[in-house]
């Protein structure tokens, strides 16, 4: 417990942080997207959307060993701290390097510094505004120009994604997360150790790799109802 501090105080620990914090986002990430293609398999037997039943599965889970959804709200918890804890760590980070170097390069350095490494916070504070959107028109009702329905996943998805201006503003802000998740991934190879001149082309093709599956499996979701793959029945 005494240690604990210095993972904020240090430049080392803070970096550990933001390594472990992203790979806990990535991993939900991951199973995000992969259960948001629910929108494309068939009705239930009683003819409820497969995403909808999905969102059921995932509020019944543990019961009854657990009251319904408290599982479910527990891990929400885990990923509302490790997000804030990343964007604390990021801006802290982004923080020391500007006092490290307060007179800018008069050249950039293009050779050592990626378009996803230098604008990693912008993307990220992009991303961040997404989120507050997404779960604004989602998961509250909150501020959204088409009729939410309270557990109609199906529903909600569909109606918003025929507005072309909320097609657009996913894509955009998917493109942001493309380069935030692509300098995150491939510095969490680094700040584990991972990294070596061997093995670096592996690493940095792995990131691209996550990056383009993530992106393509949430991008297919506003596509395909705006483009009529999947039904809208308003």
Same mark, same amino acid.
Do not use: C
């Given at each position: ?7 904020? #105080?240090? &430049?080392?620990?803070?970096?550990? %942080? ?5 790979? =806990? $986002?990535?991993?939900?990430?991951? @199973? /995000? ?29 543990? #019961?009854? &060993?657990?009251?319904?959804?408290? %599982? ?5 918890? =885990? $990923?509302?701290?490790?997000?804030? @804890? /990343? ?37 990220? %504070? ?5 989120? =507050? ?102």
């Amino acid at each position: 417990m005494k240690r604990l501090p210095y993972l904020f #105080t240090s &430049l080392i620990g803070r970096k550990f %942080l933001a390594a472990v914090t992203g790979f =806990i $986002l990535l991993s939900f990430l991951l @199973l /995000h997207a992969f259960g948001n293609l629910n929108s494309f398999a068939a009705d239930t037997v009683d003819g409820v959307p497969a995403i909808n039943a999905y969102a059921d599965y995932l509020r019944s889970m543990a #019961t009854p &060993l657990m009251p319904k959804s408290v %599982l479910l709200w527990l891990i929400r918890i =885990i $990923l509302i701290v490790a997000f804030v @804890l /990343h964007v604390f760590v990021v801006l802290s980070l982004a923080k020391t390097n500007r006092a490290a170097r307060p007179i800018a390069y008069h050249q950039t350095p293009q050779k050592t510094a990626s378009y996803a490494a230098r604008w990693v916070l912008a993307s990220g %504070l992009i991303v961040l505004l997404f989120i =507050i959107v997404h779960l604004s028109h989602f998961s509250f009702g909150v501020l959204t120009p088409f009729a939410f329905i309270e557990g109609d996943i199906y529903h909600n998805l569909a109606s918003a994604f025929q507005s072309p201006f909320y097609v657009m503003f996913y894509l955009l802000a998917l493109a942001a997360l493309g380069f935030h998740l692509h300098h995150g991934i491939w510095s969490l190879t680094q700040t584990l150790g991972l990294d070596n001149p061997d093995r670096n082309l592996m690493f940095r093709l792995l990131a691209s790799l996550i990056t383009a599956l993530l992106i393509s499996l949430f991008a297919s979701i506003p596509l395909a109802f705006y483009f009529g793959l999947l039904a809208f029945h308003p």
